[in-house]
């Protein structure tokens, strides 16, 4: 299955009668913003007495979906999943292609690129809230993982409340990515994921954190990677070399395999 595949009796089919009914009124009444789609998978966020970030993905003809409220995480099709494939149905051409994106906005000049996101402040109320927020560079937000890293190891931090504070560095590199910088929003994934792992081996502890947080985040990692025109391919192989050396990879729970042949078939 593809996006461009989908039809409208599939939303019924995998979500009940309410889910769809709610979603439809969410698309409808316009509380779906900000959609990204790339080859096998959309993004974007709904409104529904807070913002949240959704994502259904496409991979070997199996789609997942990801939704930050908690019926989701319960694992039910949630009405935000299904109002993201059906404003992705009356809508494709509203989704923003990242990696198209990404390919456009590293042809403008810095004076340029400071323009536009002066003149997106001015119109979108979001974005002056990202504005506010004190910018950390990349080295400070590496060590913000070192640190609740430390803190879980320590037995100071409580794992639930790690990941917590682990998912806003996992943020901030989404909101490098999608403002073209894969390389910096792939350094931190490949970080989250290789310290998770490592800290996961020196516990002896392989449950330590939930498998569909380790998941999404080689997911992203992967993704990043197939997505940067520009990747510093000698850098991702020694990422990929020192994670082939954690326990979860030699015991198949995270697999390498296509990530590595893609590497070498682009090179």
Known sequence: MRFDELQPQTLEQIGSPEANALARTLVEEHHFHHGYRSPDR??????????????????????SYMCSCPQSEAGEICPHVLALLRAWLDQPQAFLN??????????????????????????????RGVLKEEEQGLDEILESIDTVIEDVAEDSLDPAEAERKLRRAQAQADRLAQSGRLAEARSIYFYLLDNILG???????????????KGELFEE???????????ERELVKQELEQLENRAAFSRGELDLSEVKQELQGAA
Do not use: W
């Open 221 to 231: 990692y992967c993704q990043f990677i197939h997505e940067d025109r520009h990747l």
């Open 98 to 127: 990242r990696v198209e994106l990404g390919d456009r906005l590293r042809k403008y000049s810095k004076k340029d690129l400071v323009d536009i996101i002066v003149d997106l402040a001015d119109r979108v109320p979001e974005v």
């Open 42 to 63: 959309l993004q974007g966020v709904v409104e529904d007495g807070e913002a949240l970030q959704v994502e259904v993905k496409i991979k070997n003809d199996q789609m």
């Open 199 to 213: 800290l996961e081996e020196q516990v002896d502890n392989p449950t330590l954190f939930p498998e569909d947080f």
